[in-house]
């Protein structure tokens, strides 16, 4: 099968061959054209009834109906090889490998592809990884996938979510939720595409059936980029079984055969069906649990709230009392100020009191002393007109005079004190001033912080308001979710109506497949008849064939045995060589090795051991990266890059 899935066309050349000689041996003999030729042999008029000429079909009918034939069969191959080998299935099972080819062509049929300079790029990765919108569950397989190291390509990443989701078991329910959302494959997937009929629902009701099987795949050791999906078709051609029936009397057994498997391949699709069904039940009634969980832990996160609220409250509560308290030790702090101020003050003015008296009392004699000096000086001018007169007299008063010098002296002396203690006060005033107006600044800022405890007392009556707020929003979401609640008991009554439309709906197509096998039944008749005619032709085509061939393979037969005998003699000697060398060589334990034989480096976490296939020796990574295909495996396995050298220069040897 070529790995192109858009021109995939699957019907066999001989049933083409038997509609062309089905139309043309009706024809009458005079409307044959070159009857007498070589190439075309007459075609004998043998059936009785009348057979139409079919009309030329639609290129991609044939295919879709070409690929659910071919996944009908490779599914119910795939599901009987794994009952036999116990239903768990690895990488190197052969139906395996054709299923997931035949996936490959199917999920590829009719892709639109991406436009670049050289070719169109198909690829099925796109619809894949857009199934995240429609299925939450289906983004942790697109994660793994994209995370995966080895793979590159797009082609590689889908290749390796359909062995993932065959793996958890998935796949049919993936596919049935792509092909619901026609809207979404439209971007990707021409009208005509299988993903776009109704051929895609047959593929996803026979997809159920593969989940009695345990698949156990190693994707990372897989080359998923480089891979070309082949369908062998020989595997289900062996017997016969499929195509062709039984001659003879055998005939009605072997045709009651086939309806007896279908029935219970039938029954055994409905009972998988009904599984599927009870599990899609109890995933909703989990769901269903799982949001009455939700609803109860709301409740206790709306229970959890009231009793913030509460604690809010109290601690509201509390906290009026400290500003009540504190309000009231600012109130005592301000009249204990207050009566501090009034004492100072009346201090103050006792004080200035006295001094204003002192100042009054130096006054009063100040001008005693100058009245005194006055009439002094009266009683000198006098003692001057008489000077003359009273010389004697004059002397004794010059003596009081020094006196009264001396008194004036002293008199302006205590003037000077008593300007200074003037000036004292002076400055006594000024500072008692200074204290005033900073204990008037002291009562301004104690009024500043009162102010400020009122906005805190604001701020927190506004804050009380906000939680009152929030406790009606958390009622209202409380109700909402009743509500949803609700609405989803409704959902579950809508899709318990489904489930019982879908039975009903299981019924009438049960009815319709009784329809179509008694059609399939008529139609195998018609084939019987075409297969007989179709048989004698090939008969004698291959009689004809075989005389010719005879004598050309004589005379080959006797070059290619010379041939051969050459080969075994080299395969000979290279199997002499490869048991000398399987002898020699010895497994060596992971213990007793610790640096790496090629490279000599350590080993650790980041540079693990390899064993080569070959020689049995322990490489690191770097010195085992090369595989190659060896007599005791199947498939390549990991060699050192010694023993890859050896190997070419054997093969290359044995080749030439």
């Not at 082949?230 to 062996?238: A, L, Q």
């Not at 029935?263 to 649990?289: A, I």
Request: glycine share 4%.
């Amino acid at each position: 099968m070529a790995s192109d899935n858009d021109n995939i066309a699957l019907e066999p050349k001989e049933e083409q061959q038997s509609e062309k000689k089905s139309s043309t041996a009706h024809v009458p003999s005079t409307q044959m054209k070159n009857p007498s030729s070589k190439d075309e042999w007459p075609a004998p008029v043998v059936a009785t009834k009348a057979v139409k000429v079919k009309k030329k079909r639609d290129p991609s009918l044939i295919e879709r109906t070409n690929l659910l034939n071919m996944s009908k069969l490779c599914i119910k191959g795939l599901i009987e090889s794994a009952l036999e080998e116990g239903r768990s299935l690895d990488s190197d099972h052969q139906p395996l490998q054709q299923f997931f080819a035949l996936m490959e062509h199917v999920m590829g049929h009719g892709l639109k592809g991406k436009k670049s300079f050289l070719e169109k790029k198909k690829d099925f990765w796109g619809p894949l990884e857009a199934l995240d919108r429609i299925l939450p569950e289906a983004n942790e397989i697109t994660d793994s996938v994209k995370n995966l190291p080895g793979i590159k390509t797009n082609l590689g990443r889908g290749r390796a979510w359909l062995r993932l989701a065959l793996m958890q078991k998935k796949l049919a329910d993936y596919f049935k939720a792509l092909i619901e959302r026609k809207e979404m494959l439209g971007e990707y997937y021409d009208p005509n595409a299988l993903m776009m009929e109704e051929e895609a629902a047959v593929i996803a009701g026979l997809l159920v059936g593969l989940n009695c099987i345990d698949c156990n795949l190693f994707i990372k050791e897989d080359d998923l980029d480089n891979q070309i999906p082949v369908i062998d078709f020989s595997m289900y051609f062996k017997e016969g079984n499929y195509l062709e029936k039984p001659n003879g009397s055998a005939g009605d057994a072997g045709a009651s055969g086939p309806n007896l498997t279908a029935l219970l391949d039938q029954k055994n699709y409905v009972e998988e069906l009904n599984r599927h069904l009870n599990t899609t039940v109890t995933t909703l009634q989990g769901r269903v649990r799982d949001l009455e969980g939700a609803n109860g832990t709301m409740k206790e996160e709306l229970a959890v709230s009231k009793n913030d609220i509460i604690a809010l409250q109290a601690i509201n509560e509390k906290l009026k009392k400290d500003n009540d308290s504190l309000r009231s030790d600012l109130q005592k702090k301000l009249e204990i100020a207050r009566a501090d101020i009034d004492v100072e003050r009346e201090t103050y003015q006792t004080s200035r009191q006295g001094l204003n008296e002192l100042y009054e009392e130096s006054r009063k004699r100040l001008d005693q002393e100058t009245n005194i000096r006055l009439d002094v000086e009266k009683e000198l001018e006098l003692q001057i007109s008489m000077k003359q007169e009273m010389e004697v007299a004059m002397r004794l008063l010059e003596k009081d005079i020094h006196e009264k010098q001396d008194t004036v002296v002293s008199l302006r002396k205590q003037l000077e004190d008593i300007k200074t203690i003037n000036i004292e006060l002076y400055n006594k005033m000024q500072q008692f001033d200074g204290s005033l107006k900073y204990k008037t600044e002291l009562v301004s800022k104690l009024e500043e912080k009162t102010k400020q405890m009122v906005a805190t007392l604001k701020e927190m009556e506004e804050k009380l308001k906000q939680t009152e707020k929030d406790k009606v929003v958390a009622e209202e979401t409380s109700r909402k979710l009743g509500q949803l609640i609700a609405e989803k008991d409704a959902k579950r009554a809508a899709v318990e109506t489904d489930l019982k439309i879908e039975k009903e709906w299981r019924s009438t197509l049960q009815g319709d497949l009784t329809h179509t096998r008694d059609k399939l039944t008529l139609l195998e008749t018609e084939l019987q008849q075409m297969a007989e005619l179709k048989r004698e032709f090939i008969r004698l085509d291959e009689e004809h064939r075989k005389l010719q061939q005879t004598c050309e393979d004589q005379e080959l037969t006797l070059s290619d045995m010379g041939n051969k005998l050459s080969e075994s003699r080299l395969k000979m000697d290279d199997m002499v060589e490869q048991q000398q060398y399987m002898r020699e060589k010895v497994w060596t334990d992971d213990k007793e090795v610790i640096n790496c034989k090629n490279c000599q480096k350590l080993f650790s976490v980041a540079r693990r051991k390899h064993h080569c296939r070959h020689c049995g020796e322990i490489f690191c990574n770097d010195c085992s990266d090369n595989k190659m295909a060896l007599a005791s495996s199947a498939k390549p396995v990991r060699v050192c890059d010694n023993c890859h050298t050896i190997l070419l220069q054997r093969f290359s040897a044995s080749k030439s």
